[in-house]
């Protein structure tokens, strides 16, 4: 047997079995309602969040959550199931995260349904869709691609939320301005301000 071929067999296990230790610690965290962003990256998102992570779960086959999903023919054999419950004032977001055996090669999915006034979810609110893609871009393969997507999405809800009261005379005061916002929101489709630039510390649209 070729020495190069055991050398990279090895490599390869020891690379796997890193990823599941690192994401066994992930999702110890957001059990306890931790959002562990690495420090490398911690630049990339604005240092106060106001939505906060109440609830992490996996979720069982007979699970309501479970079978929603399973409606859509999106979830495969070897994919694990979770919900977050993630919260800001009155506003309720819930994530279903469909996480790959193959993780995080396949970074996970996620899928929103927002509590706010009525009941949302990314299948028939564009605002909800276009969330639902800023967390389901392509954040890499790192070992920590949950946790970062999981940061994003709190702080993309609070931008929502934001844009939202800047649109709206009738929204709750609770969501005034935390962030620094170019604009609320451009163009028809009314998109949202989600790019962060560090340095100068608001939040713009992607191009």
């Known amino acids: 047997m070729n020495c190069t071929f055991v050398e990279r067999a090895l490599e390869a296990i020891q690379n796997r079995f890193a990823s599941r230790v690192s ?7 957001l059990e306890q309602g931790t959002v562990p962003v690495p420090s490398t990256l911690a630049s990339c998102f604005p240092v106060r969040v106001v939505s906060t992570l109440k609830q992490w779960t996996r979720v069982a086959q007979n699970h309501p959550g479970y079978k929603e999903v399973e409606e859509l023919g999106i979830i495969g054999e070897g994919h694990f199931a979770f919900t977050g419950l993630i919260q800001r004032g009155s506003a309720q977001l819930r994530a279903h995260v469909l996480i790959a055996e193959t993780y995080p090669k396949v970074p996970p999915l996620f899928l929103l349904a927002l509590h706010w006034r009525e009941e949302r979810t990314s299948r028939d609110d564009d605002a909800l869709k276009e969330l639902e893609r800023e967390v389901n871009l392509e ?22 939320l934001e844009a939202s009261a800047d649109c709206s005379l009738h929204c709750p005061r609770e969501f005034a301005h935390d962030k620094v916002l170019a604009r609320p929101v451009r163009g028809p489709s009314r998109s949202h301000p989600y790019k962060f630039l560090s340095q100068l510390g608001l939040f713009t649209h992607r191009l």
């Open 139 to 160: 954040w890499g393969n790192a070992d920590s691609v949950l946790s970062v997507q999981m940061q994003q999405l709190l702080v993309g809800l609070d931008v929502l």
């Open 23 to 29: 994401l066994h610690e992930q999702l110890l965290s």
